[in-house]
């Protein structure tokens, strides 16, 4: 298929999506991943102390969410990344933002989505910063749903993805839904492990098929300031596991809570156009670019 082709169905609705990894191969969406346009991007600044700045991908600077996360930011330098619209990337937003925050030479730089509802001081977040040893080049908040949380890389079981179909199906969740799905499309597509947040399987964790647990900083991290922080070939999802993968990290004594899908939302089209992030990953891995063992 050609990029063109491609691009119109990712840009679908779910059932353009379902066509796209019914009909295309694994080194056409690779080739259409790596050459990818990006958005716009344009920096929106709000005067702080630089010692540690906070990068905030947005959709819209001037909007609600971003808004909240000022207010909870008061004391530090914010870098809004904004960036909207079919080709927005976070990982690219990311990274140019931390490479804008660089001319400042700040410590530490927090990385975090604009859907922050609530969070502890920064003054508590300079006490524990302090203490964290020189080595770590990421920094974790308290464990939570939608950061610090254990994502599981497994080869899946067959009757474990069949399983996952049909618990979707009946309980109405995308993502089993759609990988249960998908997962059909595995062999041609070069998939042999998938990524599974480990609290979403329960009980069901330990039979989901061999594999290793990730602690994936996810929504909230705080990193030692570097260019080309993530890998921008993935689109939307993956990135952060595979910079938590790759990081010497530490965890602090901070809390925080986001709204549930605010940035992505949390339906179907969502996690079949992230899917691709699967393809994207096991390339890396069986290359080992990146080691799972």
């Given at each position: 298929m050609s990029p063109e082709e491609i691009e119109k169905l990712f840009g679908g609705d779910i059932n353009d999506?379902?066509?796209?990894?019914?009909?295309?191969?694994?080194?056409d969406i690779l080739n259409w991943m790596l050459k990818r346009p990006s958005a716009d991007i344009t920096f929106k600044e709000v005067e702080g102390d630089k010692e540690i700045i906070a990068v905030i991908p947005t959709a819209d600077a001037s909007g609600k969410l971003a808004s909240t996360v000022k207010a909870l930011y008061k004391e530090i330098h914010i870098i809004y990344v904004e960036s909207k619209g079919p080709f927005f990337n976070y990982a690219r937003s990311v990274n140019a933002g931390v490479k804008y925050a660089m001319q400042y030479s700040p410590r530490w730089v927090i990385v975090s989505n604009d859907d922050l509802i609530w969070m502890e001081s920064v003054n508590k977040l300079r006490n524990e910063l302090s203490t964290v040893s020189k080595n770590?080049?990421?920094?974790?908040?308290?464990?939570?749903?939608?950061?610090?949380?254990?994502?599981l890389i497994v080869e899946p079981n067959t009757w474990f993805i069949e399983g996952m179909r049909r618990f979707g199906n009946i309980v109405k969740l995308p993502p089993a839904k759609v990988y249960g799905e998908l997962l059909k499309h595995r062999v041609r597509l070069g998939i042999?492990?998938?990524?599974?947040?480990?609290?979403?399987?329960?009980?069901?964790?330990?039979l989901a098929g061999k594999g290793v647990r990730v602690l994936n900083a996810g929504s909230f991290m705080i990193v030692?300031?570097?260019?080309?922080?993530?890998?921008?070939?993935?689109?939307?999802?993956?990135?952060?596991?595979?910079?938590?993968?790759?990081s010497r990290y530490e965890i602090i004594n901070f809390k925080l809570r986001e709204k549930k899908g605010a940035s992505l939302g949390f339906d179907e089209v969502r996690f079949a156009r992230i899917f691709v992030n699967e393809i994207y990953l096991n390339y890396l891995i069986e290359n080992k670019k990146v080691k799972i063992r």
């Open positions: 999506l379902y066509k796209l990894y019914s009909i295309s191969n694994r080194d770590v080049d990421l920094v974790m908040a308290s464990k939570s749903d939608y950061h610090t949380y254990n994502v042999k492990y998938i990524t599974v947040i480990e609290k979403m399987l329960g009980p069901m964790a330990s030692k300031p570097r260019e080309n922080l993530m890998d921008p070939n993935f689109i939307n999802s993956h990135e952060d596991v595979v910079l938590s993968m790759t």
